[in-house]
């Protein structure tokens, strides 16, 4: 009963996400879902495109993604469970416009991906502005014990948070090397497709595709789902958050 209330809520949303486009809805959504489950560049899908009978430029490509990659990430939680009690956090590098820009990340104990935020610095508020996105709309169940990578903006940035009602008293905050291998190997999943060559061009752009990245890693993981959780389904859950028949069809 909810998740069907989920869907026709989709659907009334999404009635005019391709409105005046060339293409097809269900193409529009495969190239930009190939783009972000795959290490393809946009010349690449161009071409890939074109053997099937398709002329679609990669500049148009690119600009489907920093349209609907977002909207798939905004979309997508309300199919994914409360995280459990335990977050690892952790901070890696970004290349936009040649300079190193920091993307904060946090999954939970069972690897599943949790939030993002992208930042121009790396400081004490920085960190707070995360734990506030990370904590605000979706609480964690309030999360218990929270991991990080020993940087010294994390404490206050956690005291921040319990003071501002975001987090339970007294969480239990812990350095440790071996349990932040987890998360520090779920950035390569994430920034495996980024740009090789220069980075990104903008910040703008760059927020837009990792928002786009990350809800890939979440619709991979499969919301918990029982049984197999294969690409034909992910797709068809696609399809379900822009109100689509089917998104491969080629």
């Known amino acids: 009963m909810i998740l069907s209330a989920i869907v026709e809520k989709l659907k009334r949303q999404s009635k005019d996400d391709f409105k005046g486009r060339q293409f097809e809805a269900w193409?529009?959504?495969?190239?930009?879902?190939?783009?972000?489950?795959?290490?393809?560049?946009?010349?690449?899908?161009?071409?890939?495109?074109?053997?099937?009978?398709?002329?679609?430029?990669?500049?148009t490509i690119n600009r489907w993604v920093l349209i609907y990659a977002p909207l798939m990430e905004k979309r997508l939680p309300?199919?994914?469970?409360?995280?459990?009690?335990?977050?690892?956090?952790?901070?890696?590098?970004?290349?936009?416009?040649?300079?190193?820009?920091?993307?904060?990340r946090a999954i939970?104990?069972?690897?599943?991906?949790?939030?993002f935020l992208l930042t121009a610095k790396r400081d004490l508020n920085a960190a707070k502005r995360f734990f506030r996105k990370m904590l605000k709309d979706?609480?964690?169940?309030?999360?218990?014990?929270?991991?990080?990578?020993?940087?010294?903006?994390?404490?206050?940035?956690?005291?921040?948070a319990v003071g501002s009602g975001l987090l339970a008293p007294d969480p239990v905050h812990y350095v440790t090397k071996h349990l932040q291998q987890g998360i520090e190997s779920d950035h390569f999943r994430v920034k495996k497709n980024m740009p090789?060559?220069?980075?990104?061009?903008?910040?703008?752009?760059?927020?837009?595709?990792?928002?786009?990245f990350e809800a890939m890693l979440w619709l991979k993981k499969g919301f918990d789902f029982t049984g197999q959780w294969s690409v034909r389904e992910q797709n068809d859950l696609l399809a379900v958050l822009f109100g689509i028949e089917k998104v491969n069809e080629a």
């Open 108 to 115: 939970d104990k069972h690897g599943n991906p949790v939030d």
């Open 27 to 59: 193409l529009i959504i495969q190239a930009v879902s190939w783009y972000l489950r795959y290490p393809l560049s946009y010349r690449d899908l161009k071409e890939m495109f074109l053997e099937r009978g398709f002329e679609v430029d990669h500049s």
């Open 196 to 212: 090789k060559v220069g980075g990104f061009r903008s910040f703008k752009s760059a927020r837009k595709s990792i928002a786009g």
């Open 78 to 104: 309300r199919f994914r469970k409360p995280h459990c009690g335990s977050v690892r956090i952790n901070e890696t590098y970004v290349r936009i416009k040649g300079q190193w820009r920091y993307l904060y």
């Open 138 to 160: 979706a609480p964690l169940l309030s999360p218990d014990k929270i991991g990080t990578d020993g940087a010294g903006t994390f404490p206050p940035a956690i005291g921040d």
